[in-house]
């Protein structure tokens, strides 16, 4: 599996605060059964002219660390920005970091208000050659009111990241059912763990939210999340993702009735 939105990088953001903490969270990622992740720290933390040479730099020395620790993970360099209008002209800067040295940006957005220019911010990264993924829009509230917002982006190009830890209730209820929502329409394409910290529920775990994942549209779609689609979008292929299926009535009803009971 790829874990294509992590904060493993030490001591560049809000995520992993130093070597230890970044080592205990690859351990949790390989046992939970990811081998490559992208680190993706927020971009505006990222120090110094030059943020593809910074995170390069980090991502090296963090691998020299992991393999010393005979920790089998492969780290890539990437980043997480927060769109700006001004945005696609750090693309023409050089200033952005895209995901493992693809031409895939991981993009995010408020999640309290939706900017009014943000349609139009990742139409000109996509028109100068950027594949964008956006980053857990089952957490933006404009987006938990109206799927119709994701639809539009998703129609023009836009690949969709849902947290696994939405699934589970770890961002609350309304972020669970639009992550859910978003998943048995075909709105999200890809599963990431977003990960800040080595134990709770901000650890680089995935399994719980696959299994979600799979009573909701099927073994072959939850899989794909984690496995052939981060492959097809780094190698810049089409997804080719499997249709969604839903769970028939009948496990539904069971679902409802075990539910139930077990309250
Ligand atoms: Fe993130």
């Given at each position: 599996?790829?874990?294509?939105?992590?904060?493993?990088?030490?001591?560049?953001d809000?995520?992993?605060?130093?070597?230890?903490?970044?080592?205990?969270?690859a351990?949790?990622?390989?046992?939970?059964?990811?081998q490559?992740?992208?680190?993706?720290?927020?971009?505006?933390?990222?120090?110094?002219?030059?943020?593809?040479?910074?995170?390069g730099?980090?991502?090296?020395?963090?691998?020299?660390?992991?393999?010393?620790?005979?920790?089998?993970?492969?780290?890539?360099?990437?980043?997480?920005?927060?769109?700006?209008?001004?945005?696609?002209?750090?693309?023409?800067?050089?200033?952005?970091?895209?995901?493992?040295?693809?031409?895939?940006?991981?993009?995010?957005?408020?999640?309290?208000?939706?900017?009014h220019?943000?349609p139009?911010?990742?139409?000109?990264?996509?028109?100068?050659?950027?594949?964008?993924?956006?980053?857990?829009?089952?957490?933006?509230?404009?987006?938990?009111?109206?799927?119709?917002?994701?639809?539009?982006?998703?129609?023009?190009?836009?690949?969709?990241?849902?947290?696994?830890?939405?699934?589970?209730?770890?961002?609350?209820?309304?972020?669970?059912?639009?992550?859910?929502?978003?998943?048995?329409?075909?709105?999200?394409?890809?599963?990431?763990?977003?990960?800040?910290?080595?134990?709770?529920?901000?650890?680089?775990?995935?399994?719980a939210?696959l299994?979600?994942?799979?009573?909701?549209?099927?073994?072959?779609?939850?899989?794909?999340?984690?496995?052939?689609?981060?492959?097809?979008?780094?190698?810049?292929?089409?997804?080719?993702?499997?249709?969604?299926?839903?769970?028939?009535?009948?496990?539904?009803?069971?679902?409802?009735?075990?539910?139930?009971?077990?309250?």
């Amino acid at each position: 599996m790829k874990d294509l939105h992590c904060h493993l990088l030490p001591g560049v953001d809000d995520g992993a605060e130093r070597l230890d903490d970044a080592l205990a969270m690859a351990r949790v990622a390989v046992a939970e059964g990811i081998q490559e992740i992208v680190a993706t720290p927020h971009a505006h933390l990222v120090s110094g002219d030059d943020p593809r040479a910074e995170v390069g730099r980090r991502v090296a020395e963090l691998q020299a660390a992991l393999d010393t620790a005979g920790i089998p993970l492969v780290v890539w360099p990437g980043s997480e920005i927060f769109l700006e209008p001004d945005t696609p002209q750090r693309w023409d800067a050089g200033l952005l970091v895209p995901l493992a040295n693809s031409s895939v940006l991981l993009v995010e957005t408020s999640f309290h208000e939706y900017p009014h220019y943000v349609p139009e911010v990742i139409f000109q990264l996509q028109a100068r050659g950027a594949r964008i993924l956006l980053a857990h829009p089952e957490r933006y509230v404009a987006f938990q009111r109206d799927l119709s917002l994701l639809e539009g982006l998703v129609a023009r190009g836009v690949v969709a990241q849902v947290t696994a830890g939405s699934l589970l209730g770890v961002f609350g209820k309304a972020a669970k059912q639009a992550a859910e929502a978003m998943l048995q329409r075909g709105l999200v394409h890809l599963l990431a763990t977003d990960a800040h910290r080595p134990v709770g529920n901000r650890a680089p775990a995935v399994q719980a939210a696959l299994a979600r994942a799979a009573a909701l549209v099927g073994e072959a779609r939850a899989h794909a999340l984690v496995e052939a689609a981060p492959r097809a979008l780094l190698a810049g292929e089409p997804l080719d993702l499997p249709p969604v299926v839903a769970p028939s009535n009948g496990w539904a009803f069971w679902r409802r009735w075990a539910v139930g009971a077990g309250r």
